[in-house]
C-alpha cells in the first residue's frame, strides 16, 4: 500500500481529463475509462469521495479574460462542474456502482445539497459521493473544493489524478532538466509556487495533514496501481 490504514480517499480529477482526445466537453468513452478506474479503486474496499473540475467546459478565468465579470464566469466555471458530475454519475451507475451527487449550489432537481452526515451515510452504505460546484462561492477552484470536503469528511488522503504523472521542480514540457519528486514538503509547494493545486488548497491540507497524491489519471489502471504502492506520482507531505 502507498498510504497504509488508508480507508478513505478523496479522488479529484481535473475536468481536462473528461475530454479525452477531444479539444472540449465530454467524451462519454473516455468518461467511461474513468468510471472504470474509479470502481477499480472502490473495489480495494476503500470509501471515495469523488471531485471533478470544470475546465473541459468553462473556467472563471478565461470568461474573465474575455471581458466577463469574473464572480459571473466563476459560477458559470461551478455549474460546469455539475455537468461533469453528472456525467461521471451516469457512467458509474451503468458500471452497478451506487453513487449520489451533492452540489455546493442548491439544484433540487438534479442532485443533493451538500450534507456532511448525509453524505457520511451515503459511504457507509458503499456508495460513492461526488461533490460538485466546488466551495459553492467564486474565486475558488475545484482543488479547494476537494481540500475542503476532503477535510470535513475526514479522508486520509486526497489523490489528484490529472494529466502529469506527479510533481515538478520546473514545467516538464518546458524544461527538459524539470526533475519529478517522489515526496515533496506542502511548504515547499507553496514557497517555490510549484504547480500542484492552488495555494488555498494546499493550505488547506498542511493544516489538516492530508497528504496530497499527484499521478497521471491517463494511464490505465493507475488509480489502483497508485493506491497499492506500484504506480508513479508524487506525494505532498509534512516530512
Ligand atoms: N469554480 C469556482 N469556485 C469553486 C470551484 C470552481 O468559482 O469552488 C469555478 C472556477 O471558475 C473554475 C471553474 O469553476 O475555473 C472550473 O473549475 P476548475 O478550474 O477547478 O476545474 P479543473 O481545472 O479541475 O478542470
Known sequence: MLLPDTKRILLKLSGEVLMGEQDFGIDTDYVMRLAEEVKAAKDTGLEIC????????FRGMAGAAQGMDRA???????????MNALAMQSAL???????????????DQVCEPVIRRRAERHLEKGRIVIFAAGV?????????GAALRAAE????ALLKGTSVDGVYS??????????????????????????????????????????????????????????????????????
Open 153 to 156: 469528511m475526514r479522508c486520509d
Open 72 to 82: 459571473q464566469a466563476d459560477y458559470m466555471g461551478m455549474l460546469a462542474t455539475v
Open 170 to 239: 520546473a514545467d516538464p514540457k518546458r524544461d527538459p532538466d524539470a526533475k519529478r519528486f517522489d515526496t515533496v514538503t506542502y511548504d515547499k509547494v507553496l514557497a517555490d509556487n510549484l504547480k500542484v493545486m492552488d495555494a488555498s488548497a494546499v493550505a488547506l491540507c498542511r493544516d489538516n495533514e492530508i497528504p496530497i497524491v499527484v499521478f497521471s489519471i491517463r494511464q490505465r489502471g493507475n488509480v489502483a496501481r497508485v493506491l497499492e504502492g506500484k504506480g508513479v506520482q508524487t506525494i505532498v507531505q509534512k516530512d
Open 50 to 57: 469523488l471531485v471533478i473540475g470544470g475546465g473541459n467546459i
Open 136 to 144: 459553492g462561492a467564486p474565486y475558488f477552484t475545484t482543488d479547494s
Open 93 to 107: 451507475e451503468q458500471l452497478g456502482v451506487h453513487t449520489r451527487v451533492q452540489s455546493a449550489i442548491q439544484m
